[in-house]
């Protein structure tokens, strides 16, 4: 973007601007997951095709895959709307819900894509420094964790 004209830079700066704003946090999270997707299917279709394995019957059992993963982000994207809806709306019930699914949920799956794509960069002989792959899988485990210790919050509060 050095070179590129003033008006081109606005112009990119009032798109990100406006989608910033329509999408928040979680649409990024979105985004970036997406993207994560797409890269490994396509760096796992090149894995696959450069060892002559590559099966139309396992590419769309990655794809069936990969959509099962999107409904799971979108039931949880559902439940955090009902959560959120219950406690704007309907304030007699007793609720305490600390930490929305939906994020953590898609940054855990974001960060399984991660790994896959080294996994597959690493097999298309792409060197990678040992730190990453250890840290990603770090962050996956953590991620898991915030999870798993987010859970026993969301309960009933007692009279």
């Not at 830079?9 to 798109?15: A, E």
């Not at 890269?39 to 139309?56: F, L, M």
Request: proline share 4%; with cysteine; net charge neutral.
């Amino acid at each position: 973007m050095y070179g590129a004209s003033m008006e081109t830079k606005v112009g990119i700066t009032g798109i990100v601007g406006v989608l910033g704003a329509l999408l928040g946090v979680t649409g990024w999270l979105w985004v970036c997951w997406v993207l994560c997707l797409a890269a490994d299917y396509v760096t796992g279709t090149v894995v696959a095709c450069r060892g002559g394995q590559w099966s139309s019957v396992e590419a769309r059992a990655g794809i069936w895959g990969k959509l099962s993963c999107m409904l799971v982000v979108l039931v949880t994207a559902v439940l955090d709307m009902a959560a959120g809806f219950v406690l704007a709306y309907i304030p007699a019930l007793p609720i305490v819900y600390t930490a929305w699914l939906s994020p953590i949920v898609l940054v855990w799956y974001m960060l399984t894509e991660v790994g896959s794509i080294l996994e597959n960069l690493g097999e298309l002989g792409v060197k990678l420094p040992p730190f990453l792959v250890r840290w990603v899988a770090v962050l996956q485990k953590k991620v898991g964790q915030a999870g798993s210790h987010a859970v026993p919050e969301a309960k009933w509060q007692d009279d």
